[in-house]
């Protein structure tokens, strides 16, 4: 697979490492969560056929950590984004 | 019909006309006391277990394509009950002694052949852990064996001795491990389910579940409704869509493993090995042709292939660990999907949807677990308690903290 | 003349005559030959025997396709089983021998399954073999797998290179046919990056083994006249001898080159083959098609071929299989094929048509209506039983037997990411789908474009499509028109042993006996019958097992289904997949800065993960590596001993929130950390469950230095990268993997600080109150070379790890032995580090197993409610705080001489052993020095409340079982003295 870097361009897949759902972006507050929020955060996944929007870390490469929008059937890729610029959107909650 | 000696010699002589389906083709009834969704190992061995031990006979298994055609077809067949963990091993080895009586039990040759398998040991720390491993497997009443280097050199002299990046040091056999003729294992079930009156429907996909006050009546499926006392789902790689119809998360994520076989070569490996320094495990077929694998892809997938660099770190595991198969060809690739859950081992239990059940999350594990997740999977949905070999695997374990973790990897599921 | 079957012309060269060996017996051939071809020529058309019954096989193609024609080429550590002849490019001095027969391929004991096949039909297999049941693994299993199996390999290492390459374009263009060819010349003459990659070692396709023309010239010189034209074009890479073996993801493509298989030996430094990854812009599938056989009775002896290979064999080759053939046919196409072998002097017998309106010949008799209804001849066809129109049979005489049933487009990597062909009723054969890998589009014969002309022109027309290119498009040669359509013929009625797929023995009477027992959907008939699934993957039999299935289950073809192709295109070598990744270089090796110094000093080294680390330093005296590592143990106890602690991943986090960034991280605080102090820290993972620890030294305000351990380095450096980014992107801080940047030794003992003295500038006040234990600072060393010192100690002694820049490793460990001369100084390796953490009761990574939490380590308390730390919540979980949780203690034998083995398991004292009574595991084990027996550090049930208590270690699988006490795991100065002084 190829995914295009938005800082430095289309990179071999291999240059990765996968993490997961992107939703492990989404960490619980820790002051109001409850257990049950933190089970659903750490174990449940909604695993869709379709669409994905993952994690990939630039192993290979810049360390940057990616979130790819990736189809689950048919591997297309049709976005990718810098992490740090989702989390910031997101507002830092952890 | 039952196979014997005696009808395979008369049918040879008399055209092979007295053959009949392995199993009928029926249309779904209205309504069972139980449906089990998934026409493949699993869901056909719960349906023969549910028939033939715990004497349920209203019992449909439905299948969206063929039987058989998902993991169970696409798996590299190996037998065993290496485990580590008391939540697991009890279970696995239950397991193996089923295979160990599967074939005439079903009356179907599925090939059992326990040529054992080995788990190559590459450092201290390795050889540490599968010393543990190999004491909690005995004492559990499973079998294990410690293998020098020595031993290993006159068992396998064809491995990488002299020239390795990661030396030898010993292994961990299984000499009861070994291979199954895997599509035969589908379809001996099929036949022995069939026969005791279960209604197996092809070509019939779930579109989803009738839930009406908390309750599960029934499915709705391409071929109608279909009323059910009892729901089971066993749709290995499937789960997360599956469930979904249900309103339900899992804790699951789906991932593609591929597997690789050669073409047909004369003996050459006795057994299963596994290279403990590389991703690589291998056997070779009754047919001859070398069956081999290593880790997921490791990204989400429910693509059934996956990519080169994959194919490439597997192969480069084999010609590592066993040089002279260089020249030897790769026939063959493909992809399963794998239910890869959040501590690399399964489900089996109850949902929070009164009469729908769960069998799930096996990982690249689960055909070794086909007769015991049968087992288990009957024995839950028709007395409604866990089986004793399968109290481990319930949904509330990563509530509770009570994970079954053999490789110690914490809740990343492509890396179990 | 020895070339018996030899005819004129062809695309080899006659001048020049090569020997080789088939089976023993040498023959001559050409430059241009495939061992097939030459073998043709030379008379012999049996050359393998089939995989189940054994029965004598000659080629049926002359090319990939190939089922029957397979050899084992080569010999001694190069023996190459199943390859096939049909592909096999001739060289001076090849050697060849059959497969799968004994004692020789004329005279196939084996052969006697042939007579049993009623026995051996369709899963039999799964039928019988279960009687007694304990016979099957001792009894049947092992005479099956001792017959089955083809070539064997030699057992001995593979002695070639393969390599990997990658490559890019703009366009790839799969196969160098008509439509190929035209592709690439439109691509190339607009300027785009282009590459041909073609399987054949002659580009052309079917153009090399046809006689009709393109442009008024020959196609074979068209086609040599248009690769000579590619080849000035600085933009087009021409890639022959290439196959294409698998679409992948985005545009990747897998293609192995054979850059040494035509000839002995590779040159030197060559490799045998490259495995290319090639990233395409935009693809062209021009692949051909593939000719169709016809079943019918016994129409697998050798001489019986597809009529177009027939016709290759004696264009391109200038070869036949018999001076006198006849065709078997339902298309126009079987005409040329007698047509051309006529031209070439070959004596036509007839050819048999199943059309009733068939065209006449002047030539040659056409049997109109007629079908082939059986064959004779034991070891190569002597006649054809042919059934004409009128029901009268007639013999024909005849050696070979052209048998056409139509095309099939080569659409195999159409469907690598699951597509599925789509039926074409005009050709009766299923081509390209809609749903084909993106980039890719389908050129020529593999799109149904089956005449010449079609061909080339469907090759400009993708190129040009593909990149988009713009004006008038060129005009494409003139060649032949003729318009193609097919009538399926599958199979003669009333056959039963039919062969569909030759190589694996499957027949129509199995496709039959599949459907009467319910396997009838596409994927069940090939897993029952196996139909498809030997070496050429059914390239030329699956379409007929499908049509036969779809009359008996009374459906269309396509309502049956395809089968799915899969890569590889073709069986690809596991050496080439791997490449130069095997041996040594199976994965890159790290080595420390001091590496080549305790080389020097002979030390024997250890893997771990991918660095090489000194295990221990042995004497010349010294005979059992036991005695190098206990002297090394007590020699550093006792003065000073030096480890090379490199391999301990280092990050540097700078910034202003370093602080509150290392809070989140550790489970135990960090923001109140003093400059100049270190702290230890475990970091859990989300679960809750510890994942590593370390420490980390706050040399700045705004900079710690944090340490894991070497196995877990990537991991931790990943997660803080993580929580960073994905977490906490707000912080103002940084993390940089500074592993390999500095060289770091662990100086422990009570000498270490005298000796370090010696080597730190003197304005590092070095007593105990100016660096006491757990400080660090920026120094500098020998004389202004800046370093890092850290009061740390694993081994529990008075100890510093001291880090200086990587270039400086070297020199500072020879530094640190020369000045360490007078205190006796060691070099200790790692066998010698984990004794004294054991020794210690340090946790490590064998404590450290992914399933331990901080309770079990006995640092529960460590895990602070003060604030939120990644872990903090889920480690609150029940299971991770049952009462009776494992928890680390120290056992040692009661008995001084007995063995502690890792691995083994804990029992009571008393009673039956077994998995219901488990009580825990010895996690790590050495021999103690300094207590003069063995110790282990283990997880023990409630374990910290049964210090004293006796019980078993038993490991049954190393058959030890020794009563052991639970003691306190901190086995030497439990209180700390040492490293505080």
């Known amino acids: 697979m190829i995914i295009n870097h938005p800082l430095l361009g289309p990179r071999d897949s291999a240059e990765f490492v996968y993490l997961g759902d992107a939703s492990l972006m989404e960490r619980p507050d820790p002051e109001t969560a409850s257990a049950e929020d933190w089970h659903a955060y750490a174990y449940l996944r909604d695993n869709p056929a379709g669409p994905h929007r993952e994690l990939w870390w630039h192993e290979g490469g810049d360390r940057s950590w990616l979130v790819v929008t990736r189809n689950t059937v048919t591997h297309e890729i049709t976005k990718v984004e810098m992490a740090r610029d989702v989390a910031r959107k997101l507002g830092s909650k952890a | 019909m039952r196979y014997s000696g005696f009808k395979v010699i008369k049918e040879a002589l008399t055209g092979h006309k007295g053959w009949t389906p392995a199993w009928r083709d029926p249309e779904p009834q209205s309504h069972y006391d139980i449906v089990i969704i998934g026409g493949g190992g699993h869901g056909l061995a719960t349906a023969h277990y549910l028939a033939s031990v715990y004497g349920k006979h209203k019992v449909a298994v439905i299948e969206k394509g063929w039987i058989g055609g998902g993991n169970v077809g696409r798996n590299t067949t190996i037998i065993r009950s290496n485990y580590l963990l008391d939540g697991n091993e009890p279970f696995y080895e239950m397991s193996l002694k089923l295979w160990e009586g599967l074939e005439q039990d079903l009356n179907y040759n599925a090939m059992i052949s326990q040529r054992g398998i080995m788990n190559l040991i590459h450092s201290d720390a390795q050889r540490d852990a599968f010393v543990r491993r190999g004491n909690a497997m005995m004492l559990n009443g499973a079998d294990a064996e410690y293998l020098d280097l020595a031993a290993i050199r006159r068992e396998y002299p064809f491995l990488n001795f002299d020239d390795a990046r990661f030396p030898i040091k010993g292994g961990l056999a299984q000499r009861r491990g070994g291979t199954v003729r895997h599509d035969a294992v589908a379809w001996g079930y099929a036949r022995a389910a069939d026969s005791r009156g279960v209604d197996i429907i092809q070509n019939c996909e779930v579109t989803g579940f009738r839930i009406e006050n908390g309750k599960c009546l029934g499915v709705e499926t391409s071929k109608g409704f279909i009323g059910a006392g009892k729901v089971g789902c066993a749709v290995a790689g499937n789960s997360g869509r599956l469930m979904s119809k249900a309103g339900m998360r899992l804790p699951i994520e789906s991932h593609v493993l591929q597997a690789f076989v050669s073409e047909g070569l004369k003996p050459v490996l006795p057994g299963v090995i596994t290279f403990g320094a590389g991703h690589f495990y291998v056997s070779q077929s009754d047919k001859g042709g070398l069956v081999f694998g290593g880790d997921l892809d490791g990204y989400n997938s429910y693509a059934q292939r996956g990519n080169l660099p994959v194919v490439e770190d597997v192969c480069e595991g084999g010609m590592a660990i066993m040089p002279m198969i260089g020249r030897a060809r790769l026939l063959r690739m493909w992809g399963g999907i794998m239910d890869m859950s959040m501590d690399g081992s399964p489900i089996i239990d109850r949902t929070d949807i009164d009469g729908l059940y769960f069998n799930g999350g096996w990982c690249y594990g689960g055909f070794k677990a086909t007769p015991a997740s049968g087992y288990a999977f009957a024995h839950l949905l028709a007395n409604d308690t866990p089986h004793e070999t399968a109290t481990a695997y319930r949904f509330d374990r990563f509530r509770t903290g009570h994970m079954i973790d053999e490789k110690g990897q914490g809740n990343q599921p492509n890396l179990h | 003349m020895t070339q018996k079957n030899r005819l004129q012309g062809g695309q080899i060269d006659r001048a020049t005559s090569w020997k080789f060996h088939f089976d023993g017996k040498q023959y001559e051939g050409h430059p241009g030959d495939t061992l097939a071809s030459a073998l043709l020529a030379n008379n012999v058309r049996l050359m393998g025997r089939s995989f189940k019954y054994h029965r004598p096989r000659g080629p049926l193609t002359a090319g990939s396709e190939e089922p029957n024609a397979i050899v084992q080429l080569r010999g001694g550590a190069r023996q190459e089983p199943n390859t096939r002849a049909t592909t096999a490019e001739l060289f001076n001095g090849l050697m060849a021998k059959s497969q799968n027969r004994f004692p020789s391929l004329a005279f196939d004991a084996m052969a006697i399954n042939d007579r049993f096949s009623n026995f051996l039909t369709a899963g039999f297999y799964y039928k019988t073999f279960m009687w007694p049941a304990a016979f099957w693994e001792k009894i049947y299993e092992p005479i099956i797998r001792k017959a089955a199996g083809l070539g064997a390999l030699s057992m001995k290492e593979d002695p070639d290179v393969y390599d990997k390459g990658f490559r890019h374009c703009d366009l790839?263009?799969?196969?160098?046919?008509?439509?190929?060819?035209?592709?690439?010349?439109?691509?190339?003459?607009?300027?785009?990056?282009?590459?041909?990659?073609?399987?054949?070692?002659?580009?052309?396709?079917?153009?090399?083994?046809?006689?009709?023309?393109?442009?008024?010239?020959?196609?074979?010189?068209?086609?040599?006249?248009?690769?000579?034209?590619?080849?000035?074009?600085?933009?087009?890479?021409?890639?022959?001898?290439?196959?294409?073996?698998?679409?992948?993801?985005?545009?990747?493509?897998?293609?192995?080159?054979?850059?040494?298989?035509?000839?002995?030996?590779?040159?030197?430094?060559?490799?045998?083959?490259?495995?290319?990854?090639?990233?395409?812009?935009?693809?062209?599938?021009?692949?051909?098609?593939?000719?169709?056989?016809?079943?019918?009775?016994?129409?697998?002896?050798?001489?019986?071929?597809?009529?177009?290979?027939?016709?290759?064999?004696?264009?391109?080759?200038?070869?036949?299989?018999?001076?006198?053939?006849?065709?078997?046919?339902?298309?126009?196409?079987?005409?040329?094929?007698?047509?051309?072998?006529?031209?070439?002097?070959?004596?036509?017998?007839?050819?048999?048509?199943?059309?009733?309106?068939?065209?006449?010949?002047?030539?040659?008799?056409?049997?109109?209506?007629?079908?082939?209804?059986?064959?004779?001849?034991?070891?190569?066809?002597?006649?054809?039983?042919?059934?004409?129109?009128?029901?009268?049979?007639?013999?024909?005489?005849?050696?070979?037997?052209?048998?056409?049933?139509?095309?099939?487009?080569?659409?195999?990597?159409?469907?690598?990411?699951?597509?599925?062909?789509?039926?074409?009723?005009?050709?009766?054969?299923?081509?390209?789908?809609?749903?084909?890998?993106?980039?890719?589009?389908?050129?020529?014969?593999?799109?149904?474009?089956?005449?010449?002309?079609?061909?080339?022109?469907?090759?400009?027309?993708?190129?040009?499509?593909?990149?988009?290119?713009?004006?008038?498009?060129?005009?494409?040669?003139?060649?032949?028109?003729?318009?193609?359509?097919?009538?399926?013929?599958?199979?003669?009625?009333?056959?039963?042993?039919?062969?569909?797929?030759?190589?694996?023995?499957?027949?129509?009477?199995?496709?039959?006996?599949?459907?009467?027992?319910?396997?009838?959907?596409?994927?069940?008939?090939?897993?029952?019958?196996?139909?498809?699934?030997?070496?050429?993957?059914?390239?030329?039999?699956?379409?007929?097992?499908?049509?036969?299935?779809?009359?008996?289950?009374?459906?269309?073809?396509?309502?049956?289904?395809?089968?799915?192709?899969?890569?590889?295109?073709?069986?690809?070598?596991?050496?080439?997949?791997?490449?130069?990744?095997?041996?040594?270089?199976?994965?890159?090796?790290?080595?420390?800065?001091?590496?080549?110094?305790?080389?020097?000093?002979?030390?024997?080294?250890?893997?771990?993960?991918?660095?090489?680390?000194?295990?221990?330093?042995?004497?010349?005296?010294?005979?059992?590596w036991r005695e190098s590592v206990d002297r090394e143990v007590s020699q550093t106890r006792a003065s000073v001993g030096v480890c090379d602690c490199t391999t301990l991943g280092k990050i540097d986090v700078q910034g202003v929130d370093a602080a509150t960034f290392l809070n989140k991280i550790y489970c135990n605080g960090f923001a109140k950390l003093a400059v100049g102090k270190v702290r230890y820290g475990l970091m859990l993972r989300e679960d809750g469950i510890a994942m590593d620890d370390g420490t980390a030294a706050r040399l700045a305000e705004d900079h710690f230095v944090v340490t894991t351990t070497t196995a877990n380095a990537g991991r931790v450096y990943q997660h803080m990268e993580f929580v960073r980014q994905c977490l906490m992107p707000d912080l103002d801080v940084q993390l940089i993997s500074t592993t390999e940047a500095w060289a770091q030794y662990a100086v422990a003992g009570p000498n270490s600080r005298a000796l370090l003295q010696k080597i730190v500038d003197p304005d590092t006040d070095m007593s105990n109150e100016g660096f006491p234990f757990m400080a660090c600072a920026n120094i500098t060393v020998c004389g202004g070379l800046r370093a890092r010192l850290f009061r740390i100690s694993f081994s529990g002694e008075l100890a510093y790890e001291i880090a200086v820049p990587a270039r400086y490793g070297d020199a500072l460990m020879r530094r640190l032995m020369s000045e360490g001369e007078e205190f006796n100084v060691v070099p200790y390796g790692t066998e010698a580090l984990g004794v004294m953490r054991i020794e210690k009761g340090h946790a490590a990574g064998n404590e450290l197993n992914g399933t331990t939490t901080a309770n079990n380590l006995g640092m529960g308390r460590m895990v602070s409610k003060a604030k939120d730390s990644i872990g903090s919540k889920l480690s609150e979980r029940p299971g991770l705080n049952e009462t009776d949780a494992l928890k680390l203690v120290g056992v040692r034998p009661v008995n001084d001489s007995d063995k502690i083995t890792a691995g083994g398991h804990m029992m009571n004292a008393n009673g039956e052993m077994n998995a219901a009574t488990d009580q825990g595991y010895v996690t790590s084990a050495a021999y103690s020095p300094s207590l003069g027996c063995m110790v282990g550090l283990a997880f023990v049930k409630d374990g910290s409340e049964r210090m004293g208590e006796r019980m078993r270690l038993t490991s049954p699988v190393t058959d030890l079982t020794v009563d052991v006490e639970v003691v306190s795991a901190h086995f030497v100065d439990p209180e700390g003295g040492r490293q505080r002084a």
């Not at chain 3, 040159?267 to 021009?286: F, S, V």
Request: glycine share 10%.
């Open chain 3, 172 to 624: 790839l263009i799969i196969g160098a046919g008509p439509s190929g060819l035209m592709a690439a010349l439109t691509a190339g003459r607009a300027g785009s990056d282009v590459i041909l990659a073609d399987e054949d070692f002659r580009m052309g396709g079917r153009l090399n083994a046809e006689t009709f023309g393109v442009d008024n010239m020959t196609g074979a010189d068209w086609a040599a006249q248009t690769v000579a034209e590619l080849r000035t074009m600085p933009n087009v890479r021409l890639m022959p001898r290439t196959t294409v073996i698998g679409a992948f993801d985005h545009g990747i493509y897998g293609a192995v080159e054979r850059v040494s298989d035509h000839i002995h030996t590779p040159d030197a430094g060559k490799p045998r083959q490259i495995l290319w990854r090639i990233y395409a812009g935009k693809t062209i599938l021009a692949a051909g098609s593939t000719e169709r056989p016809i079943a019918f009775e016994n129409n697998d002896r050798p001489g019986i071929m597809l009529a177009a290979s027939l016709r290759a064999y004696a264009n391109r080759w200038a070869a036949t299989p018999a001076q006198r053939i006849a065709v078997f046919t339902n298309n126009d196409d079987g005409h040329r094929t007698a047509a051309d072998l006529q031209a070439k002097g070959v004596k036509i017998a007839a050819v048999v048509d199943t059309r009733a309106d068939a065209p006449r010949s002047d030539n040659f008799e056409v049997l109109q209506g007629a079908q082939v209804v059986d064959t004779k001849g034991r070891l190569g066809l002597t006649f054809a039983e042919v059934k004409l129109a009128d029901g009268t049979m007639r013999t024909l005489e005849c050696g070979a037997l052209g048998v056409s049933g139509g095309w099939n487009p080569n659409v195999h990597l159409t469907c690598h990411q699951r597509g599925r062909p789509a039926w074409n009723e005009d050709l009766a054969a299923f081509g390209p789908g809609a749903d084909l890998p993106p980039g890719m589009s389908v050129a020529g014969a593999a799109n149904g474009d089956m005449s010449t002309h079609g061909a080339l022109s469907s090759g400009i027309k993708a190129a040009r499509a593909a990149l988009g290119l713009k004006g008038k498009a060129p005009k494409a040669p003139e060649a032949e028109d003729t318009p193609v359509t097919q009538t399926p013929f599958w199979y003669v009625e009333g056959c039963s042993r039919a062969w569909l797929d030759q190589q694996n023995d499957v027949t129509v009477k199995d496709v039959k006996l599949s459907h009467q027992e319910g396997f009838r959907s596409v994927e069940h008939l090939k897993r029952y019958t196996t139909l498809g699934m030997a070496t050429d993957q059914g390239k030329t039999s699956n379409m007929g097992g499908l049509a036969i299935m779809a009359e008996l289950a009374g459906k269309s073809i396509p309502e049956v289904g395809t089968t799915i192709f899969r890569p590889p295109y073709t069986p690809t070598a596991i050496g080439t997949l791997a490449g130069r990744m095997r041996g040594q270089e199976f994965h890159p090796t790290r080595l420390t800065p001091s590496h080549f110094w305790a080389k020097e000093r002979g030390a024997v080294f250890v893997e771990v993960g991918n660095w090489l680390r000194a295990q221990w330093f042995p004497l010349p005296q010294e005979t059992h």
